[in-house]
């Protein structure tokens, strides 16, 4: 059974960083794509960022590229989201997911996190 369990989310201010990661168990992490994507209250899940799955291509959303940092550690099963100059614009619910190949695409990603809040204030 694969799970993905997001951690080190919270509140932070305008300007402020935060590094959010997602534990991978259950089948073979260096295998899959990973994305993380955000959700903020009454919009639309989108997209934030991918990584493949050997970690040599990245890209993301461009509301967030040159402030957020995608990276892997395939030993340790894990994916990080390294989050700066963050904004209150960037408040949302984040969730990471898995995919067999990386894209921006939510129904491309299989299984899913229970997501970390994040919340940036003015």
């Known amino acids: 059974q694969v799970q993905l369990v997001e951690s080190g989310g919270g509140l932070v201010q305008a300007g402020g960083s935060l590094r959010l990661s997602c534990a991978a168990s259950?089948?073979?992490?260096?295998?899959?794509?990973m994305g993380w994507f955000r959700q903020a209250p009454g919009k639309e899940r989108e997209f934030v960022a991918t990584?493949?799955?050997?970690?040599?291509?990245?890209y993301y959303a461009d509301s967030v590229k040159g402030r957020f940092t995608i990276s892997r550690d395939n030993a340790k099963n894990t994916v990080y989201l390294q989050m700066n100059s963050l904004k209150p614009e960037d408040t949302a619910v984040y969730y990471c997911a898995q995919s067999v190949r990386s894209g921006y695409i939510l129904n491309e990603y299989d299984y899913w996190g229970q997501g970390t809040q994040v919340t940036v204030s003015s």
């Open positions: 990584i493949s799955w050997n970690g040599r291509t990245t």
């Open positions: 259950g089948r073979t992490f260096s295998n899959y794509a």
